[in-house]
């Protein structure tokens, strides 16, 4: 058994310590904000925050994150404080600015600029290009930026 704390919460899992995260917490934990790309960290739209950090979970083994605090989409809010219901504030950006088309990508999107932004309060725009390289096949990029825009000028 391998214990998880995802969202603020312990979970026990009983699944093999090389089992990329990204399938305990889809298939074992139910949690299917965290979405299969390309499975070889590429795309981006498995992204999870471990340790604050945005962590593209379908390269990570389980037993890596043991010990660690996840925090996927379903939980952003509740890890920045926000009270049940309500939008973290780059959630709140994407619905604002109408970012996504799809949206299949957009999970792991939010959560790689909520990681860049807690560490880059006002980061400039060679700093979000070299964080945000995930992959979007709706071609959303502009939003994106413009989301992230709108959250830095009231930072």
Do not use: F
């Not at 058994?1 to 298939?27: K, S």
């Not at 949206?103 to 909520?114: D, L």
Request: aromatic share 4%; glycine share 10%.
């Amino acid at each position: 058994m391998i214990t998880l704390r995802v969202n603020g919460a312990d979970h026990q899992v009983d699944v093999d310590p090389q089992t990329p995260l990204l399938w305990v917490l889809r298939e074992t934990l139910g949690l299917t904000g965290v979405k299969y790309g390309c499975g070889v960290a590429a795309c981006g739209a498995c992204t999870v925050h471990v340790d604050g950090a945005a962590v593209r979970s379908c390269s990570l083994p389980v037993s890596a994150a043991t010990g660690a605090a996840i925090v996927t989409i379903e939980g952003l809010p509740a890890s920045a404080g926000m009270p049940a219901g309500a939008l973290h504030p780059v959630q709140q950006a994407w619905v604002s600015v109408q970012v996504p088309q799809c949206g299949y990508c957009q999970g792991g999107m939010i959560m790689t600029t909520a990681a860049l932004l807690k560490h880059t309060p006002k980061p400039t725009g060679a700093e979000i290009d070299a964080a945000i390289t995930n992959l979007c096949r709706c071609g959303t990029y502009p939003r994106v930026r413009r989301a992230i825009r709108a959250l830095t000028e009231t930072a």
